[in-house]
T-cell receptor
């Protein structure tokens, strides 16, 4: 079983749609959680950290469910510029290392 | 503010040739440094990480090596490249962290390596 699993997609949605991505992680000791965005042929960039109580940054909302070991990202009012691959990322408490999911690809069409 | 540089941006090398990729970080001290590889259409694979000068941890056995000669410099090398070494090489940094929501890494622009 992979340490971090994501649906690879692609998710193909029209502009203005709401889309949600899910991610599961296998290590119950994981303590820090992030969503990164990666554009084609570019480096990953931090989108947002995920906090236990859930958090929002503009059109983006992240949720964490520790009991189910599940993380989600909700994007409201999708823009063409949101088209990218979204990486779910987990850090275990005892390590400096991050574990990356393989990513979910989002395509927003006009 | 902190910035991370990688060079070269792209590289085409024949099988069996040596490799040297460089990464430098500015605006921070004592960073943790990381080398990742991303094969086409695949996820990120951690290759090496370093918590200090001369301290290198290898994650995956391979024909690559890493060195950290200075606090903010991280080098990825190979004596003889294989076809399977082709990929997108990314350097990243973070600071030694405390607390539950920390440890995020910041990536350089990457080097795209094609071994022919």
């Amino acid at each position: 079983r992979k340490e971090v699993e994501q649906d690879p997609g692609p998710f193909n949605v029209p502009e203005g749609a709401t889309v949600a991505f899910n991610c599961t992680y296998s290590n119950s000791a994981s303590q820090s959680f992030f969503w990164y965005r990666q554009d084609c042929r570019k480096e990953p960039k931090l989108l947002m950290s995920v906090y236990s109580s859930g958090n929002e940054d503009g059109r983006f909302t992240a949720q964490l469910n520790r009991a189910s070991q599940y993380i989600s990202l909700l994007i409201r009012d999708s823009k063409l510029s949101d088209s990218a691959t979204y990486l779910c990322v987990v850090r275990t408490d005892s390590s400096y290392k991050l574990i990356f999911g393989s990513g979910t690809r989002l395509l927003v069409r006009p | 503010s902190q910035t991370i540089h990688q060079w070269p941006a792209t590289l085409v090398q024949p099988v069996g040739s040596p490799l040297s990729l460089e990464c430098t970080v500015e605006g921070t001290s004592n960073p943790n440094l990381y080398w990742y590889r991303q094969a086409a259409g695949r996820g990120l694979q951690l290759l090496f990480y370093s918590v200090g000068i001369g301290q290198i941890s290898s994650e995956v056995p391979q024909n690559l090596s890493a060195s950290r000669p200075q606090d903010r410099q991280f080098i990825l090398s190979s004596k003889k490249l294989l076809l399977s070494d082709s990929g997108f090489y990314l350097c990243a940094w973070n600071t030694r962290s405390t607390g539950r929501s920390s440890g995020e890494q910041y990536f350089g622009p990457g080097t795209r390596l094609t071994v022919t």
